[in-house]
Nanobody
Framework: QVQLVESGGGLVQPGGSLRLSCAAS????????MSWYRQAPGKERELVAR????????YYADSMKGRFTISRDNARNTVDLQMNSLKPEDTAVYYC?????????WGQGTQVTVSS
């Protein structure tokens, strides 16, 4: 079955960096675009970044441009999110997402807290 397992969250000070990773299994990873979403307390889940199956195309939400970088390794079935210059408003649960055979799959989420 499809599984998405995130790791790498934690507590970081404003201006700091974190790298999230998502390990995927149960589908042909190299054929699927992958995305990261986040959900802050009391807010709706929002798209953070997306990467095409071959890494030739990426998309970032406006507030993440220039600070976050999405990448993938099709040999290892992983997709990463490098987050720099973190702000308190980046505090959220971050989710890995894949649309596989028309079905939406989410990881369990990893908490990112940006606070001094």
């Amino acid at each position: 079955q499809v599984q998405l397992v995130e790791s790498g969250g934690g507590l970081v000070q404003p201006g700091g960096s974190l790298r999230l990773s998502c390990a995927a299994s149960g589908f042909t990873f190299s054929r699927n675009a992958m995305s990261w979403y986040r959900q802050a307390p009391g807010k709706e889940r929002e798209l953070v970044a997306r990467i095409s199956s071959t890494s030739d195309s990426t998309y970032y939400a406006d507030s993440m441009k220039g600070r976050f970088t999405i990448s993938r390794d099709n040999a290892r079935n992983t997709v990463d999110l490098q987050m720099n210059s973190l702000k308190p408003e980046d505090t959220a649960v971050y989710y890995c997402y894949a649309l596989v055979w028309g079905y939406k799959y989410w990881g369990q989420g990893t908490q990112v807290t940006v606070s001094s």
